[in-house]
């Protein structure tokens, strides 16, 4: 059964930084693109970062762009999204989710992630910034 599962969630303070990881049982992930998305307290699902299966392309969203890196290692089947400078609206529950036919565009194009486009999702991990 295809299963991700979220982990590296914290209370951390401004500034402070996290290492999300995203890792897959059930499937490779080899084929597919994983999308990074977070959803904040009476706030839509938002996506923040995508990479695709081979890494050669990762876009953000301008909000995270210079603070967040999405890479992944197929060996361990397993996705990341490093995240630094922490802001308060950084605070949201944090999703990983894989297709194997949503194609993730270089940085060099706008950034779009559309939640509905992808098919199997982890089941969050939560991610609190305060002082």
């Known amino acids: 059964q295809l299963q991700l599962v979220e982990s590296g969630g914290g209370l951390v303070q401004p500034g402070g930084s996290l290492r999300l990881s995203c890792a897959a049982s059930g499937f490779t992930l080899d084929y597919y693109t994983i999308g990074w998305f977070r959803q904040a307290p009476g706030k839509e699902r938002e996506g923040v970062s995508c990479i695709s299966s081979s890494g050669a392309s990762t876009n953000y969203a301008d909000s995270v762009k210079g603070r967040f890196t999405i890479s992944r290692d197929n060996a361990k089947n397993t996705v990341y999204l490093q995240i630094n400078n922490l802001k308060p609206d950084d605070t949201a529950v944090y999703y990983c989710?894989?297709?194997?036919?949503?194609?993730?565009?270089?940085?060099?194009?706008?950034?779009?992630?559309?939640?509905?486009?992808?098919?199997?999702w982890g089941q969050g991990t939560q991610v609190t910034v305060s002082s």
């Open positions: 989710a894989a297709d194997p036919s949503y194609y993730c565009a270089g940085s060099l194009y706008k950034f779009l992630l559309v939640a509905s486009d992808f098919g199997s």
